[in-house]
């Protein structure tokens, strides 16, 4: 079976544009999970999804970044006005389910630049 | 709040001689903790989990780690490292209830010939 895809790749903007990125979760997971790696650090967490509503936000840095899911199927992570330090790779994760036990598979990222 | 600390950004060994990456933790209740392993261009891929039912977890590609109540600890160990184990080594735990996953900062592993 597939595992989590992310598009696009790689993600190349102009400071102040917008930009969306895809998660496509591993069939039949209905938890999904965003989460940020900067340049050398470990990865923060942004926000998760049980079906298609949001029970833990925290993460998110400002209200220019937001995220939707359709059903328990595709998520988008949007930043609106990037800022230079928006750079990072994002990288989305699905589980079976929420829970502390459930191993969570990460896909492969997309890496951000906003020039 | 939970947390953990990998004690070293960075640790050499050579091919053939035991691997020691370490990791302290800090949690209000009994944690779920992982180690994940990144390595170049690839993505993340989970090594083993401790999820209480044993103290000494088996993993893949004979890691293991042993986790220690009195020493806050989850240390993960490698008899015999190989060239392919070069890697960045996460250690995370789980946040109360499940949903996010919290890292550490992460620990590069270089493997000498």
């Known amino acids: 079976g597939a595992g989590v895809s992310q598009s696009p790749s790689n993600k190349v903007t102009e400071k102040g544009k917008d930009v969306e990125l895809r998660c496509d979760p591993i069939?039949?997971?209905?938890?999904l999970y965003w989460y940020r790696q900067r340049l050398g650090q470990g990865l923060e967490f942004l926000i998760y999804f049980q079906g298609n509503s949001a029970p833990d936000k925290s993460g998110l840095p400002s209200d220019r970044f937001s995220a939707e899911r359709t059903g328990e199927s595709v998520s988008t992570l949007t930043i609106q006005r990037t800022q230079q330090e928006d750079s990072a790779v994002y990288l989305c994760?699905?589980?079976?389910?929420?829970?502390?036990?459930?191993?969570?598979?990460f896909g492969p990222g997309t890496r951000l630049t906003v020039l | 709040a939970q947390s953990v600390t990998q004690l070293d950004s960075h640790v050499s060994v050579s091919e053939g001689t035991p691997v020691l990456l370490r990791c302290n933790y800090s949690?209000?209740?009994?944690?779920?903790l992982f180690w994940y392993v990144q390595h170049p261009n690839k993505g993340l891929q989970l090594l083993l989990k401790?999820?209480?039912?044993?103290?000494l977890v088996k993993g893949i590609n004979g890691f293991e780690a042993e986790f220690k109540k009195s020493e806050t600890s989850f240390h993960l160990t490698k008899p015999s490292a190989h060239m392919s184990d070069a890697a960045e080594y996460f250690c995370?735990?789980?946040?109360?209830?499940?949903?996010?996953?919290?890292f550490g900062q992460g620990t590069e592993l270089s493997v000498k010939p």
């Open positions: 949690s209000s209740y009994s944690p779920s």
């Open positions: 401790y999820t209480s039912a044993a103290t």
């Open positions: 069939s039949g997971h209905t938890a």
């Open positions: 994760a699905s589980s079976y389910t929420r829970g502390p036990y459930n191993e969570q598979f």
């Open positions: 995370v735990v789980s946040s109360l209830g499940g949903g996010k996953l919290i």
